[in-house]
């Protein structure tokens, strides 16, 4: 299985306590671990796509409740929202939205006022062009890797639009895709809780007073100890 994760600002089951970046893509296998390390495939070189979406939310005015990658989703599918250009940046297999998230917060002030766009066409802009660099940096993993199974998880990934997307372009490879609902996918609270089953049940014990908050700690630093190593390059 290929795994897509699409992180709101730390993600991830089983492994995370908290991300700087939001896109992985794991490789070779369910996945694969080399010495019960996960493999990287392509992240966010710069800031998360969930804190992208959050930043804009707040330039245009739009409320937290329930949460402001939703309300962006809402306003994206208005009648007659229409697609401004906006800067779309992939670097190989990685991405970078805060060039974007600058250009449209300019976009957004100075149109907006002058009533040129709407905040229906920035939203609806905004998500196709981010949602579309991960589902192009997804199809070339797929390729690369040799898989034809995508799972989604993390907050923006509760989003309807990007599971269209990226469930078109699956189908069209032969291909199935799993995405979560926001149960699973808001708080990431569980998952840390899971993980830590795992190394308590593997005999890994940390004291309180021995633990520590690594803010950008990335998922290829993590013994996974609860899953057999592999030693396939």
């Known amino acids: 299985v290929l795994h897509t994760y699409i992180l709101y600002y730390g993600f991830i089951a089983l492994v995370q306590v908290y991300m700087v970046y939001e896109f992985d893509v794991y490789k070779r296998g369910y996945p694969n671990f080399s ?4 493999n990287i495939c392509g992240y966010s070189i710069d800031i998360a796509i969930g804190n992208c979406l959050d930043r804009f939310a707040r330039v245009i005015g739009l409320s937290n409740d329930p949460s402001p990658g939703y309300n962006i989703e ?5 009648t007659g929202a229409k697609f401004v250009e906006l800067p779309y940046v992939v670097k190989g297999m990685d991405v970078s939205f805060s060039g974007i998230l600058t250009y449209v917060e ?5 149109k907006l006022t002058k009533g040129l766009v709407t905040k229906a066409d920035l939203c609806f802009s905004l998500q196709e062009t981010l949602f579309a660099m991960l589902v192009e940096i997804t199809e070339r993993a797929m390729a690369h890797c040799g898989q034809n ?9 509760c989003n309807k639009r990007l599971q269209k997307m990226m469930a078109e372009m699956v189908k069209q490879r032969g291909g ?5 609902d926001h149960r699973y996918c808001i708080d990431n609270g569980a998952m840390i809780a899971q993980a830590g089953i795992f190394a308590l049940q593997h005999g890994e014990i940390t004291k309180i007073e021995d633990t520590w908050c690594t803010q950008r700690f990335r998922t290829d630093q993590v013994k996974a100890i609860w899953r057999p190593a592999t030693v396939e390059y």
């Open 176 to 180: 199935s895709l799993c995405a979560m």
């Open 106 to 110: 300019q976009e957004a002030r100075k």
């Open 74 to 78: 809402q306003e994206a599918k208005k």
């Open 35 to 38: 010495w019960c390390y996960k």
């Open 149 to 157: 199974q995508v799972l989604i998880v993390g907050g923006v990934g």
